[in-house]
């Protein structure tokens, strides 16, 4: 497949990420089931929350309700129950997943719980107050780990998320190194190219050294494109683990870090006579077959010649496409940007619809999208969405408007949601901030456009009915006049 075809079936990033759906809708009216769901009984004073050993009634009572309410959710683990702000109330937290996400990712949610007197002198949820609500349930906060080793200290009122372990790899001793077969590629043409490409390139990259049995050495510096930057220029020197999940990459596949590798590369050579074996190769046209005898330590491939020869992704063209697969499966989106769609999804209780409206550059271009920018106007999608999502119904908009008001007419209908809503889970007191700032040196790490991008995707295809551009708003084909 080329890189055109790849650009083609998987732009927007929206319909690219379609087969990696982690749907977290709950069932129809969840906000009424909770209603219905709580009992009307004796209110229950002075409860003894943290009893759960002599007394398991509030935890048995809350794993109840959950089950009966969030038919969609996973409950792996549940924590102490802790007293609320009143006698009558108990917090508790714990962790889950989607029943439809096919990863081992875990989420938290503590929340606020009132009981009264069931059948048999049961306990009953009489009343739960929403997402992130038991505050008193809320984890210790615990101190932060730098992204690699010393690193700046935490700021002030930081935490971290316990699930994420993206530091570093060491190869530790000389001799561990000496024993390693290691394929490295030189940077390329593909520097500071759209993310799409950086993603086809990099998993060739991972494939052919995963073909080859060899630890792929990979960069952890990436180069954001002026497509995705609020400057409207390249942006040299974004961690990888901002985007991507490394944790994740390193437990699924054999990597070291650039810059500890030619480190150790560096002191081998200046401690021994025997310098490591290196194979230099230039062109991509040298196919991964011919490299899969070749006992040299390290195989580097280097990346000079001009564009678009100097593609990475060129090396599993032709006859490679054939043997050599990208693992998309090792590549995941970072679980910190994942925890900010949880808390959105959270807050209406993953009972919402969603619908993506695409503007920008392709509403403006009426030669290749002649009908996208009527199709998208306010009265428009209101119009098509009466026939699609009930009256007052959660509606999440994912869309590249830039003007925050431009929806409000749907707001006569709905209740609706956009991603700036949340602009708190990435400002300067979130967890979200603290963590990226200590994966950069302290320095605050700007929510960038493909951030957004990423999050308002995941959000999107979390709805319970999902409103798509080139599929229900408009007749225009999603890569311009023709191409439908």
Aim: charged share 30%; hydrophobic share 30%.
């Amino acid at each position: 497949m080329s890189l055109e075809s790849f650009v083609s079936t998987m732009a927007p990033l929206i319909d690219m990420e379609k087969e990696a759906e982690l749907s977290m809708s709950l069932s129809t009216g969840t906000s009424r089931n909770i209603e219905t769901a709580q009992k009307k009984g004796t209110t229950i004073l002075n409860l003894k929350c943290m009893d759960v050993q002599t007394d398991p009634r509030v935890l048995v009572a809350v794993q109840r309700f959950n089950l009966r309410v969030f038919k969609s959710i996973v409950f792996l683990e549940y924590e102490t129950p802790v007293n609320g702000s009143k006698p009558d109330e108990c917090d508790v937290s714990w962790r889950f997943r989607n029943k439809k996400e096919k990863s081992w990712r875990r989420y938290r949610d503590f929340r606020r719980f009132k009981f009264a007197f069931g059948e048999n002198c049961t306990y009953e949820v009489f009343h739960t107050s929403g997402w992130h609500s038991g505050v008193n349930a809320r984890r210790f906060r615990i101190k932060p780990r730098g992204g690699g080793g010393g690193g700046p200290k935490a700021p002030r009122g930081a935490g971290r998320d316990p699930e994420i372990n993206d530091t570093i790899p060491t190869l530790g001793s000389q001799t561990n190194f000496r024993r390693g077969k290691y394929l490295y590629y030189s940077r390329g043409g593909d520097y500071c190219k759209g993310m799409n490409q950086y993603m086809w390139s990099f998993l060739c990259g991972l494939g052919e050294a995963m073909y080859l049995n060899r630890t792929f050495v990979m960069d952890l510096s990436l180069c954001l494109s002026s497509s995705y930057s609020s400057k409207g220029v390249d942006e040299e020197g974004k961690d990888f683990r901002y985007y991507f999940d490394f944790e994740h990459l390193k437990e699924s596949a054999s990597i070291v870090e650039e810059g500890e590798f030619v480190r150790d590369w560096k002191k081998w050579n200046r401690s021994h006579k025997r310098k490591v074996a290196v194979r230099k190769v230039k062109t991509h046209k040298v196919s991964p077959l011919q490299l899969s005898k070749d006992k040299s330590t390290i195989i580097w491939r280097q990346f000079d010649a001009p564009e678009p020869e100097n593609y990475w992704y060129r090396v599993c063209e032709g006859e490679a496409s054939k043997y050599v697969e990208r693992p998309w499966q090792t590549l995941w989106k970072s679980k910190r940007l994942m925890n900010i769609v949880s808390e959105i999804s959270g807050k209406m209780d993953w009972d919402f619809d969603a619908v993506h409206v695409v503007r920008g550059e392709k509403a403006m271009d009426k030669k290749l999208w002649p009908h996208l920018d009527e199709d998208t106007w306010p009265d428009a999608i209101l119009n098509k969405l009466r026939g699609l999502v009930q009256p007052w119904r959660n509606l999440y908009v994912a869309t590249n408007e830039p003007f925050y008001n431009y929806f409000d007419k749907l707001r006569s209908q709905y209740k609706v949601h956009l991603l700036d809503d949340y602009s708190y889970l990435w400002g300067n007191n979130s967890e979200w901030y603290n963590e990226t700032s200590l994966l950069n040196n302290g320095k605050p790490v700007e929510f960038d456009g493909y951030m957004r991008v990423a999050v308002d995707t995941e959000v999107f295809i979390r709805g319970k009915t999902r409103v798509e551009t080139f599929n229900n708003l408009t007749m225009d084909c999603k890569d311009g006049i023709n191409t439908c």
